[in-house]
C-alpha cells in the first residue's frame, strides 16, 4: 500500500509517503534561499509522495516567533517559494503549504515587528501568569483574514494544498486548550466556543481555496492539558463539515513534548491518535512520530490505522528513504523510482549481485535476522 497511488480531491500522489513539515530556520529575512529550494527538490526527487513545508508564518503582524522563518508578506518571500513549488514540481512531486500562527511564543522585541508582543487567546501560552496580548475580537477577524489571504497566495504560487498548524501549544491551540483559553466571550468558556477559532479559519481558508483541492490541519491529539482524544474526534467532525479533508495528529504543547500520558516514546508512539481520529471522525489521517522502517510503516496501513505515513527527521538522516522503503517492501520496480542513469546502474549491480545488502539496509521492526 506505502507504494501505491492516492487519490486526495483531484491531486494524485504517486505514492502515501509524506515528508513531515519541520522548521529549519534557514530562511534570512523570510525568504526561502537556494539551500531551501535544493532542500524540497532533492526529496522529491528521491521519490518522497507529498511535502509539507517547513510552517509558514502567517502575514500578520504578530505571527513570528522564532529567527530566519519563511513567510509569504514579501514579493521576494513569494519568488523564493515559487522557486521552491517549481523545483518540486519538476521532479514529480507535490507539495502542501504549512500556514502558522506562533501566538504567545512570540516576545517584545522579536523581528519582523519588535513593537509587537506575542498574541494569545488570554494572554497565556500554558496555565500560569499572562505573557502576551489577550486578542480582541477585531484581533481574532484580522488573524482569520490573514489566513484567509495567504491560502490564495499559496494558490496562485502553485501549491497542492494548505495544511493550517492547530498543534504544539501555538495559536490555535491556544484558543482550543481550557487552560490556555480563559475566556468568556464567543470564543472561550465551551469546548464548542473554543474551537470556534480553529473552525472559522477552516471556514475562511477554504473559502479562498479551491473546493479540489485538499486541506490539512494538524492537531496535537493530546496535549495532557485537558485538550486530549475525545475533544479532537468532536473537532475533526466539524473541521470535515467545513471542508477539512485530512488531520495530521501529532501531541502536546500546552505542558510540553512528548506528552506523559502517551507512555515512553518509542516507534510510532502517536499513531494511536490517527487510528482514533480516522475511525471515530470517519476522516483522513496521517500518521506521524517515530515512523522509520519500511515494514513498520507498512503494517499501519494495512491494518487500517491512517492513510498517510509522514518521515520526519529521517528524511533529514536519508533523502533517499522511499527509495530504500520500496527496495526492502519488494516494491515492483524499486529502482525505477530512481532517475534514469541511477536505475540503469543499480539494476545492473543488483542483477550481477544477487545477495546484495545495500549499506542503508537495516531490519525492520517486524523482521528481526535469523540466528
Known amino acids: 500500500m506505502l507504494f501505491e ?4 480531491k483531484n491531486l494524485v500522489l504517486r505514492n502515501r509517503v509524506v515528508m513531515a513539515p519541520m522548521t529549519r530556520n534557514q530562511s534570512p529575512g523570510g525568504i ?3 539551500d531551501v529550494i535544493s532542500y524540497y527538490a532533492r526529496r522529491a526527487k528521491a521519490e518522497v509522495g507529498l511535502i509539507i513545508t517547513e510552517g509558514i508564518e502567517v502575514s500578520h503582524k504578530a505571527s513570528s516567533a522564532y529567527p530566519n522563518v519563511p513567510r509569504l508578506d514579501t514579493n521576494e518571500a513569494r519568488e523564493g517559494w515559487k522557486k521552491v513549488v517549481d523545483g518540486i514540481k519538476n521532479n514529480n512531486g507535490a507539495v502542501i503549504a504549512q ?22 487567546a488570554s494572554g497565556l501560552v500554558k496555565p500560569g501568569k499572562k505573557v502576551a496580548h489577550e486578542m480582541t475580537i477585531k484581533d ?15 494558490q496562485d504560487l502553485g501549491f497542492d494544498g494548505v495544511e493550517i498548524h492547530g498543534a504544539h501549544g501555538y495559536l490555535i491551540h491556544q484558543f482550543l486548550s481550557p487552560h490556555a483559553n480563559r475566556r468568556n466571550d464567543i470564543y472561550g ?7 470556534r477559532f ?5 471556514e475562511e481558508v477554504r473559502s479562498k481555496w479551491p473546493l479540489n483541492k485538499p486541506l490539512f490541519v494538524r492537531l496535537s491529539v493530546e496535549d495532557d492539558a485537558g485538550w486530549g482524544p475525545d475533544e479532537n474526534v468532536r473537532l475533526s467532525r466539524v473541521l470535515k463539515s467545513k471542508g477539512i479533508d485530512v488531520i495530521d495528529c501529532s501531541s502536546g504543547g500546552i505542558r510540553g513534548a512528548p506528552v506523559v500520558s502517551a507512555g515512553p516514546v518509542g516507534y ?37 490505522r491512517a492513510d498517510l505515513i509522514a518521515i520526519a527527521r529521517e528524511a533529514m538522516q536519508n533523502p533517499n528513504w522511499p527509495l530504500d522503503a520500496a527496495q526492502k517492501l519488494n516494491a515492483s520496480a524499486p529502482y525505477a523510482l530512481m532517475p534514469s542513469p541511477y536505475e540503469y546502474w543499480l539494476e545492473k549491480r543488483a542483477k550481477q549481485v544477487e545477495t546484495l545488502i545495500p549499506s542503508t539496509h537495516t531490519e525492520g521492526i ?5 540466528d
Open 268 to 304: 510510532g508512539y502517536q499513531v494511536p491518535y490517527a487510528e482514533k481520529l480516522k475511525k471515530e471522525a470517519l476522516i483522513q489521517t496521517m500518521a506521524v512520530g517515530l515512523i522509520v522502517h519500511a515494514d513498520q510503516a507498512e503494517e499501519i496501513l494495512q491494518s487500517g
Open 32 to 34: 526561502p534561499t537556494d
Open 5 to 8: 497511488e492516492y487519490k486526495l
Open 99 to 120: 500556514l502558522w500562527h506562533c501566538g504567545g511564543f512570540r516576545k517584545l522585541g522579536m523581528q519582523p515587528n519588535p513593537e509587537v508582543p506575542g498574541y494569545t
Open 366 to 370: 517486524n523482521i528481526r535476522p535469523s
Open 198 to 202: 480553529a473552525v472559522e479559519i477552516a
Open 189 to 195: 468558556g465551551s469546548e464548542e466556543n473554543r474551537m
Open 140 to 154: 481574532i477577524k484580522e488573524t482569520i483574514d490573514a489566513y484567509a489571504s495567504d491560502a490564495k497566495i499559496c
